[in-house]
């Protein structure tokens, strides 16, 4: 069974995130994690008190990524347009997230101080986040290429739930990026 020994932080982190998509916020225990990374339960709680520190944990670390890829999109890109498609291709990058975000109901706060500066964090980077994908629909409809009268807050939310479609024909990443772009820039009208 598990052995005690150091835990290589970046293992702990990529088994979290596998356990988490698989079983969900409800079917992640200590327990399971440690026999996936071949520790003893005990060896888990000395980096982390108890699941809802370890999975915010992994949560920040998941953010800090989303974020740095994010920074790293040309913010002087020539068009709204095709900043909005650099982001439809990070966050398909990191679709992860989604399953994340619903799980944050089920944290409990007041489990510990760690985790409530986690939430924090999350919820500050969400905003940046938004304030992000906000300001490249402002930019399209300031350069006419996004429609004035529709909503930003509308756009951002068909934007960040067509993340969610699956890609049953498992089609490349950067393809099935490029279809929805297509569709949510031009619609399913066809060419007249």
């Known amino acids: 069974m598990g052995r005690n020994k150091?835990?290589?932080?970046?293992?702990l982190m990529e088994e979290t995130e596998a356990l988490l998509l698989d079983k969900g916020y409800e079917g992640f225990h200590f327990k399971a994690l440690s026999?996936?990374?071949s520790v003893a339960r005990s060896t888990l709680y000395e980096?982390?008190?108890?699941?809802?520190?370890?999975?915010t944990a992994y949560m920040c670390d998941l953010m800090k990524r989303i974020m740095k890829d994010t920074y790293?999109?040309?913010q002087s890109q020539e068009t709204g347009l095709k900043k909005l498609h650099?982001?439809?291709?990070?966050?398909?990058?990191h679709s992860q997230i989604y399953s994340m975000i619903q799980m944050r109901p089920h944290i409990k706060e007041s489990s510990s101080p760690l985790v409530s500066e986690h939430l924090r964090e999350?919820?500050?980077s969400r905003m940046q986040l938004l304030v992000i994908l906000h300001s490249a629909i402002e930019k399209g409809k300031a350069e006419g290429s996004i429609r004035a009268?529709?909503?930003?807050?509308?756009?951002?939310?068909?934007?960040?739930?067509?993340?969610?479609?699956?890609?049953?024909?498992?089609?490349p990443q950067d393809q099935w990026a490029s279809m929805l772009f297509d569709l949510l820039e031009n619609g399913?009208?066809?060419?007249d």
């Open 6 to 11: 150091k835990i290589d932080l970046q293992e």
């Open 35 to 37: 026999e996936k990374l």
């Open 47 to 55: 980096y982390y008190r108890n699941k809802d520190e370890l999975i």
């Open 72 to 74: 790293s999109i040309d």
């Open 86 to 93: 650099s982001l439809l291709q990070l966050f398909l990058k």
């Open 122 to 124: 999350l919820d500050q």
């Open 149 to 171: 009268d529709i909503q930003t807050s509308l756009i951002a939310g068909l934007f960040f739930h067509s993340v969610l479609i699956p890609n049953r024909s498992e089609m």
């Open 188 to 191: 399913m009208k066809a060419s």
